[in-house]
DNA sequence: GTGTATGCAAACCGTTTGCATAAGG
DNA sequence: CCTTATGCAAACGGTTTGCATACAC
């Protein structure tokens, strides 16, 4: 666990990568961040401290991704999603609400040793996410109402 | 002039979308494709038979994923891949040459079931890939080669 | 001082939308 | 017929690129 604002200039040197206000700021919202995000929500983050261009935060994130301070997330909506790179775990991810809750490591690595021993496959890495009804939102669809993420 | 193999006609008329020459090819494309495709290869496929415009090709993949014929699958690249909706199952993606291998259904189920049980989230659907390098690859990057996808 | 980071404008790519026309049942 | 499917043009959202300038080291 980090202290509240952790100063981030020894992860991004210990990456090669220039301790800029953006950057720094940039790192420390993820590690407060419980949940994956979007380059919207950096941007607007970003920009509540500083003057930032998306194109900026793009380029931030992409530096951030290449380094694996962050990994980098799909759930299908046409965007990305970014997280820090942390133990690998995965999501389950609500069809109502849009909340993202996170659970730990299941048995995939039995898995990627049963694929690499049949298929000779040398698996890098993996995505998992399941998409569903979060406990929250089932009585709500039960009554007929939809939250609007 | 369409339909030599299998006329699709009955699988649309079953979920009640209209017979088109279009969605016909498309549909019987889909049944002879092995591995998940994306828009483009739809819009070249269906345009080598008839012209077609992509707006078109989008319109009908989006009506086939609505009505459970295809499935909608997301590898991360910025665009949408799809293939028809049979059995669970998932993939093994070369991220150097590109190739896609199926792998079927894992025990999956065990997991969603815990989930739904300790966590109370109730799973609809799930995203599992694999990205790595396939035993065709290997070799070739040993020698510090590249095949171009 | 040198190379990298940023801002700005513009492009790009996959995808969606509006509207008029064509065609399926 | 009446409804739905298609074509065309245009818009859209996320993301990338080119180039000049500003800044970290």
């Known amino acids: 666990m980090f202290a509240k604002d952790h100063d981030c200039s020894d992860e991004l040197r210990e990456v090669k990568l ?9 790192l420390q919202h ?11 929500d950096i941007l607007k983050f970003l920009n509540s401290k500083l003057n930032i261009d998306r194109v900026t ?18 759930f299908g909506e046409g965007k990305a999603r970014y997280e820090l790179n942390v133990a690998d775990h995965h999501h ?17 690595d ?11 496959f040398l698996v890098n890495s993996h995505s998992l996410e399941f ?12 009554r007929g109402q939809k939250k609007k993420n």
């Open 18 to 26: 220039k301790s800029t206000p953006a950057r720094l700021i940039a």
């Open 92 to 108: 389950l991810i609500c069809q109502s609400c849009g909340s993202i809750e996170d659970i730990s490591d299941c048995n995939i």
């Open 110 to 120: 039995a898995l990627e040793r049963e694929i690499k021993q049949n298929k000779h």
């Open 30 to 40: 993820f590690e407060k961040l419980s949940k994956p995000t979007d380059s919207k």
């Open 57 to 74: 935060v793009f380029r931030i994130l992409n530096s951030f991704v290449e380094k694996g301070l962050v990994r980098k997330i799909d």
């Open 131 to 142: 998409f569903g009804i979060c406990p929250d939102c089932q009585p709500r669809l039960n």
